[in-house]
Nanobody, 116 residues
Framework: EVQLVESGGGLVQPGGSLRLSCAAS????????MSWVRQAPGKGPEWVSS????????YYAAFVQGRFTISRDNAKNTLYLQMNSLKPEDTAVYYC?????????WGQGTQVTVSS
């Protein structure tokens, strides 16, 4: 069974930092590209960042470029998102995501709230 478990969210002031983690199981983690997606209150899901299976290629939405860094540890089956210079508009539930065998898999998400 594919499982994705996000953690690391919380309340942070504008300009602060958080590091999100996603523990993956039930599939060969190191063989697949992975992504982070977020959903703000009242809005649809929004792609944030992706990383290829080996970790050598990363991709970012324009609104996080230069502030967020995606990474992975294939030995630990874990995906990360380092978020710096956080803004109030980054407030959302953050999910790790993988399309696999014709299905979309998400975790339960982790809430990130940026507020003073």
């Amino acid at each position: 069974e594919v499982q994705l478990v996000e953690s690391g969210g919380g309340l942070v002031q504008p300009g602060g930092s958080l590091r999100l983690s996603c523990a993956a199981s039930g599939f060969t983690f190191g063989s697949y590209d992975m992504s982070w997606v977020r959903q703000a209150p009242g809005k649809g899901p929004e792609w944030v960042s992706s990383i290829n299976s080996g970790g050598g290629s990363t991709y970012y939405a324009a609104f996080v470029q230069g502030r967020f860094t995606i990474s992975r540890d294939n030995a630990k089956n874990t995906l990360y998102l380092q978020m710096n210079s956080l803004k109030p508009e980054d407030t959302a539930v953050y999910y790790c995501y993988i399309p696999l065998m014709g299905r979309d898999y998400w975790g339960q998400g982790t809430q990130v709230t940026v507020s003073s």
